[in-house]
């Protein structure tokens, strides 16, 4: 259909996006930074770009600008998105100052973002009026927030077709359902296909792998095909086998701590189905029951022991998918029975009891019922939100309990040792508002060591601390942002001479983005013009801040010709001249302190030649 570039650092976003937009029918090259996809403009001709906002080395925003600038691309329509910047008046500006197409705020339905982009194309040209993408069903969430157990019960439960895609990092694993049974796992980590499958089973040896797949290639059969062909397995075996590798990739992803998923409705690309004889949710609760040991899921529950067990309207559609002794669990629970009273009824099986009362709870099948808050969850309550209170004010390596410098290594002990404390699923309450607080206390927690973990997040917040700015570094850049929108209005005031307008926008642009050198001097040389509070105080209180803004960045060349500027007015030519050519040593092409400087020149050569001729001796 369409040719798309796709601009995105988040790995996750990105690769869940290009599937989807491939699914519609388009093409799509992407990029996880805004230089890169400004380069790739000279080879490619993309008939429309897909990019957020903030992103490394160039923005979206500048990424776009230099689209508007560019004679070939200056008509390519764009589509920016953020979740960052959901203020209409930055969104506005993205449109008329940047020249975006659309802006899109993250998250967004798939369904409109394609319809949106079809919208799009349609007026471009690229796609004729009565035509549009393929439509994009399905769901998408995080791990472990997302709910992997509810999202497998979904697509089962409601005998979908299409495929649930993985991706934690680098790694994507897929996952293909027909009618609500798997067919087949694609990994992208080589130990995880059939190959190395087979070969950590002894069935194979990794020269045969070798030689099946240059076979394979000449021959373009499957892996399995060839492997038969050679003889090294039986038909039946490659049965086997690929059903105990699609179990054991199924239960493997119950051992991912985060990451995203994403599940696409549409028909799949296979010529014969292998049907599977093994229950789908009932390999997902034996996954959840090897994974969660008896001990954790004890301390988990504790704080619940006494409360009665309601059913929801899921637990009649899940019965049947699991094993008979967790059936007769469920058989207990009727809304009267506290969690104590199912396991004295079933005194011999703790490990059954906890288990099959977990993978019900994360299927949302039962709750546990209300019960009354007490003095001891008010104490907790009240001493989570005193350690939130605290994080208000503090850097990402004070949240973290480290210094400024520290390792990678003790900045994950620091990590591990906070989560060990924090993560909510060590919490030992039901209860929602103490659950809420430990989720935003573990998330601020999660967030500076994302940060601090990643050399270049990294880097760029270190930046911004020495800037004076602290928080989220998506913040801050917001903040910077808009501080640089203020500047370049001041900017357009000060040309106009509108100097009151002009000082409040570079007034706000210091207080946005405290640490720029720039809005400093601009913001002196305003309040000189305007002789704010009379010449003798604006004079000194110019000169103040352009030197505040110096202490910053001592190479901003229009601070010295403004320094030049308020030496002129107080009859000090000599230091005019030096700070001019202080000005020119940092930009040789600052055109006002070149023509200031030739004009003094000029002068002071006509004057050397009018006293020559009037008082001097020719010699």
């Known amino acids: 259909m369409a040719n798309l570039l796709l601009v995105d650092d988040d790995d996750g976003i ?6 989807s937009l491939e699914k519609a029918g388009h093409r799509v090259r992407d990029y996880r930074d805004g230089m ?5 403009l000279e080879t490619e001709q993309p008939h429309v770009i897909v990019s957020d906002c903030l992103l490394p080395r160039l923005s979206g925003f500048d990424l776009c600008a230099h689209v508007r600038s560019n004679a070939a691309t200056a008509n390519l329509p764009v589509i920016l998105m953020s979740a960052m910047y959901k203020d209409s008046k930055v969104q506005k500006e993205a449109l008329t100052k940047y020249g975006a197409n659309l802006f899109i705020t993250k998250p967004f339905n798939l369904a409109e973002f394609i319809s949106r982009l079809d919208e799009l194309l349609k007026k471009a040209g690229v796609i004729e009026a009565g035509r549009a993408s393929q439509k994009i069903t399905g769901f998408a969430g995080e791990l472990p927030d997302g709910n992997l157990a509810m999202a497998i019960f979904k697509v089962v439960d409601e005998k979908r077709t299409g495929t649930l895609r993985l991706i934690q990092g680098e790694r994507v694993k897929e996952i293909m359902f027909i009618d609500g049974q798997p067919e087949y796992v694609k990994s992208s980590v080589e130990r995880e296909r059939l190959g190395q499958f087979l070969a950590a089973k002894g069935k194979i040896s990794q020269q045969q792998i070798r030689d099946a797949l240059q076979i394979m290639g000449s021959l373009k059969s499957k892996f399995g095909e060839t492997l038969i062909q050679m003889k090294l397995i039986s038909s039946h075996e490659l049965y086997d086998f690929l059903r105990e590798q699609v179990i054991w990739g199924i239960r493997d992803l119950f051992s991912w701590t985060d990451g ?50 309601g ?24 809304g009267h029975r506290s969690l104590n009273d ?7 099986q703790p490990e059954l009891v ?29 001493e989570l939100n005193k350690i939130l209170a605290g994080l208000k004010d503090k850097d990402y390596f004070q949240v973290l309990g480290v210094a400024p410098g520290t390792d990678l290594s ?45 050399d270049e997040k990294r880097g760029q917040y270190e930046q911004n601390l020495r800037m004076g700015i602290t928080g989220d570094p998506n913040e801050a850049a917001q903040k910077v942002l808009q501080a640089e929108l203020e500047f370049q209005k001041g900017e357009v005031f000060l040309k106009k001479r509108s100097y009151e307008q002009a000082r409040d926008c570079f007034r706000r642009a210091v207080e946005l983005n405290p640490g720029e050198a720039e809005h400093y001097v601009y913001l002196g040389w305003t309040k000189f013009l305007m002789e704010d509070g009379g010449r003798t105080k604006a004079i000194a209180e110019a000169q103040s801040l352009i030197q505040e803004g110096l202490s910053r960045r001592r190479n901003v060349a229009m601070a010295y010709y403004f320094l030049g500027q308020i030496a002129k007015a107080t009859g000090d030519e000599e230091r005019l001249v030096r700070e001019l050519k202080k000005a020119l040593e940092i930009d040789p092409e600052c055109e006002d302190a070149e023509r200031e400087l030739r004009l003094i020149n000029m002068r002071r050569s006509k004057d050397k030649k009018s006293k020559s001729g009037l008082f001097g001796r020719p010699r």
């Not at 059913?311 to 009727?334: F, K, V």
């Not at 199912?342 to 011999?348: C, F, I, N």
């Not at 299927?363 to 309550?381: C, I, M, N, P, Y």
Request: proline residues 4%.
């Open 260 to 309: 995203k998923y994403q599940f696409i409705d549409g028909p799949l690309s296979i010529s014969t189905r292998t049907p599977y004889d093994f229950d789908m949710v009932g390999q997902v609760f034996s996954a959840i029951r090897e994974k969660s040991s008896l001990s954790f899921l004890q301390r988990k529950y504790r704080p619940a022991l006494g409360l009665p067990i």
């Open 354 to 382: 906890f288990h099959t009362i977990h993978i019900l709870v994360q299927l949302q099948a039962v709750e546990f019922k209300t019960a009354v808050r007490d003095a001891q969850q008010d104490g907790r309550s009240a």
């Open 36 to 40: 890169a996809a400004k380069n790739a």
């Open 342 to 348: 199912v396991l004295g009824q079933q005194s011999k």
């Open 14 to 19: 990105r690769e869940l996006l290009k599937v």
């Open 410 to 454: 003790r900045i994950k002990k620091a990590y591990f040792k906070l989560a060990k404390q924090y993560h909510p699923d060590t919490v030992e309450s039901q209860d929602g508002v103490i659950r809420e607080q430990m989720q935003t206390l573990f998330s601020k927690i999660s967030e500076a060591y994302e940060t601090l973990s990643d």
């Open 311 to 334: 059913r929801l309207p899921r637990i009649r559609s899940l019965t049947t998918h699991l094993p008979g002794d967790a059936q007769r669990i469920i058989e207990l629970i009727d």
